[in-house]
């Protein structure tokens, strides 16, 4: 099963930067207060490895208190999907959650001199456990309990880098799949999680090949990934491909757009598990995407996403005011197989706009302010209409493939730190098809500059469409961290947060449905709480 850390803590290979954070970095203030900084956040494709081999892991280790845990023992030792959706989570005022889980992710990679640093072969894994789950036995995220001796590795990427020529880079093989023109492997995660789409429709890995053309002023890259293979003779496949240009316009101001399109013939095969894959099926269901609900799964759908996306001063470069958004338009059609017949069942037309601010106060490049908006459409009758009106992301072919986790909330929108758990309120930004409006906002400030960092959050979120019998408001979080940094890349981390649930949570469709007994939850779920205690470190 697809992992949401697996995408979010690896993409340490060219180097590593917190969110938020970039704070070993030197600037000059100037006398009329505003900030410079000498620094970039793209590695150059000419970098050399001073070794041939180079060996560079990221430990994370965090325990967790919540009110928040599966009725179903199926999903005890994972549970990845939407807070009371089908993965039986659910919420108590009388049980509270206790574990500790670990993960450490390697990457392993060679550079040969031979090539002069024109080929680079890049391998990165993944072991994780919760404290005492399990041992002598076969599967993945578990392997700690006494004795230990657990077959668990889990391989996230094997992939070739190729530079023919300065400025070229070919990538081929299991790689990341990011919706963003930046090079994954020589960008700086922040970067990756604020620009672009920001991983809201598009934040996973795939085997493919992307090409990527960067010059001064623009970015590049085209790729081409087999989601799904089934029986190879058979036109059974699940195919993406992507375009993507960024241009800068100006020393602060910079415009990009995209064109992705994906054709579904796989019918609802392969897929994760059990869960099965594509607009059909149980996996969309869990992720809190839309389920269409076809009469069959003899089907056949092309979905293209048209997109532009702009920022201004995304890294703090050249003065405290940071701002970036984008715009993304879904559309298609769904055709069905009914008694012998190919018809249209269904037209495709939604779309998304986030706009995110930041606002650097302080002298360091921790003390800032950031307000994050969010708004979809929805559908309130699914495709009875003969269309459906909402947004559909990779949540649709993988689990999860779309994570939009850099909003600063922590439990109605999704977070980085995570290991075995992943049960935002909002997994998906289609929510559930019905759409929504919503918003964060965050104040961090360096108590001891560069050491020691707090933060305060809030965030707010509506529907687009109401489901049956309950209303729209769907809740309000607080949260708040604390982040003391040891030195370069290790930091120990206390975060809370707290969600009032709305009236949106008074509908079965939305607070449960069913549970895997069948039976209905016909009472608003007591509202989620957490805290856990982080240490983390990349070693290299």
């Known amino acids: 099963m697809k992992k949401i850390s697996v995408i979010i803590l690896s993409v340490f290979l060219a180097g590593w930067s917190p969110i938020y954070a970039q704070e070993e970095e030197k600037e000059e203030v100037p006398a009329d207060g505003t900030t410079l900084n000498y620094f970039r956040n793209d590695l150059p494709y000419t970098a050399k490895a001073n070794k041939e081999f180079q060996f560079l892991a990221f430990f994370i280790t965090q325990g967790v208190s919540s009110n928040f845990y599966p009725e179903s023992s199926l999903f005890n030792g994972q549970l990845v999907g939407r807070l009371f959706g089908q993965n039986s ?3 108590s005022d009388t049980v509270t959650a206790y574990y500790v889980e670990q993960r450490i992710i390697p990457f392993f990679i060679y550079q040969p001199k031979l090539f002069n640093g024109k080929a680079i072969l890049r391998a990165s894994f993944e072991i994780d456990w919760t404290w005492g789950d399990q041992a002598y036995g076969l599967s993945g995220n578990k392997g700690s309990a006494i004795s230990a001796d657990q077959v668990n590795i889990q391989t ?15 990538n081929l093989g299991l790689q990341r799949l990011y919706d963003t023109p930046f090079n994954p492997y020589r960008t700086y995660f922040d970067k990756m999680t604020t620009t672009g789409y920001r991983m809201a429709y598009w934040g996973t890995d ?13 970015q590049s890259k085209a790729g081409f990934y087999k989601l799904y293979e089934n029986n190879a003779q058979d036109q059974d496949d699940v195919t993406l491909m992507e375009l993507v240009y960024r241009k800068k316009l100006s020393m602060l101001w910079n415009l990009g757009g995209s064109v992705y399109y994906l054709t579904d013939r796989a019918k609802g095969q392969g897929g994760v598990s059990v869960f099965g894959q594509g607009l059909n099926s149980t996996l969309v269901n869990y992720n809190g995407g839309f389920n269409f609900g076809l009469p069959t799964n003899e089907y ?4 293209a996403w048209l997109g532009a996306f702009f920022s201004r001063n995304p890294d703090f470069w050249l003065d405290r005011v940071l701002v970036t958004g984008f715009f993304n338009y879904n559309l298609g059609t769904v055709d069905t197989k009914e008694n012998g017949t190919w018809a249209k069942k269904a037209d495709i037309g939604g779309m998304a706009a986030n706009l995110r601010g930041a606002y650097r106060y302080g002298q360091t490049v921790n003390d800032l302010f950031s307000l994050d908006l969010i708004y979809t459409t929805g559908d309130g009758d699914g495709i009875d209409n ?3 009106s909402g947004v559909i992301t990779g949540n649709t072919w993988g ?3 779309s994570i939009f986790i850099s909003s600063g909330a922590y439990l109605l929108f999704p977070h980085a730190n995570v290991v075995n758990r992943f049960t935002p309120a909002i997994a998906d930004i289609s929510n559930m098809g019905y759409g929504l409006t919503g918003g964060t906002a965050n104040l961090y400030r360096d108590l001891i500059p560069h050491q020691l960092n707090a933060k305060i959050g809030a965030a707010m979120a509506y529907s687009s469409v109401a489901p049956q019998d309950a209303g729209k408001y769907m809740g309000t979080e607080l949260n708040a961290a604390l982040k003391y940094s040891f030195g370069p890349f290790m930091s120990l981390e206390l975060h809370g947060a707290y969600l009032w649930l709305g009236d949106f949570y008074d509908s079965n469709d939305t607070s449960h449905g069913t549970d895997i007994n069948g039976i209905y939850n016909i009472d608003r779920p007591v509202d989620p709480w957490t805290v856990f205690l ?3 470190w990349l070693m290299f």
């Open 386 to 388: 003969g269309k459906y």
């Open 206 to 218: 795939a085997v493919g090949v992307s090409v990527r053309w960067n010059r001064d002023y623009s």
């Open 300 to 303: 056949e759908a092309d979905v």
């Open 399 to 401: 689990m999860p493939a």
């Open 89 to 91: 989570s659910t919420t």
């Open 534 to 536: 982080v240490y983390k």
């Open 156 to 170: 996230q990427n094997i992939e070739l880098e190729l530079i023919p020529y300065k400025n070229w880079a070919i």
